[in-house]
């Protein structure tokens, strides 16, 4: 497995900008699939974004976050604009080997907070 930690939330406005970071550590970074999820107050945890060779987005964020890698570095960014108090969450990163289907390394979240 691969550790993760998670940094870049904040509080921001509606309309603003952040990006999310993910660290990873562990050799097989580069073959693992990585992903955004995020768990809003009441409810269950959720998909956001994930990236292996293509990235792929729940429809709420579409259009609107960008997910990217630097497996020199061993990192996953979150790229996310036009923010909505919907968005408000804590954010996780998460990692999986390409073989696997569950997503097993998971970072111990972000806040984020989108006001109105």
């Known amino acids: 497995q691969v550790q993760l930690v998670e940094s870049g939330g904040g509080l921001v406005q509606a309309g603003g900008s952040l990006r999310l970071s993910c660290a990873a550590s562990g050799r097989t970074f580069s073959s693992y699939v990585m992903g955004w999820f995020r768990q809003a107050p009441g409810k269950e945890r959720e998909f956001v974004s994930s990236?292996?060779?293509?990235?792929r987005y729940a429809d709420s964020v579409k259009g609107r976050f960008t997910i990217s890698r630097d497996n020199t570095k061993n990192m996953v960014y979150l790229q996310m604009t036009s923010l909505k108090p919907e968005d408000t969450a804590v954010y996780y990163c998460?990692?999986?080997?390409?073989?696997?289907?569950?997503?097993?390394?998971w970072g111990q979240g972000t806040q984020v907070t989108v006001s109105s």
């Open positions: 998460a990692g999986r080997p390409y073989y696997d289907s569950v997503f097993g390394s």
């Open positions: 990236i292996a060779g293509s990235s």
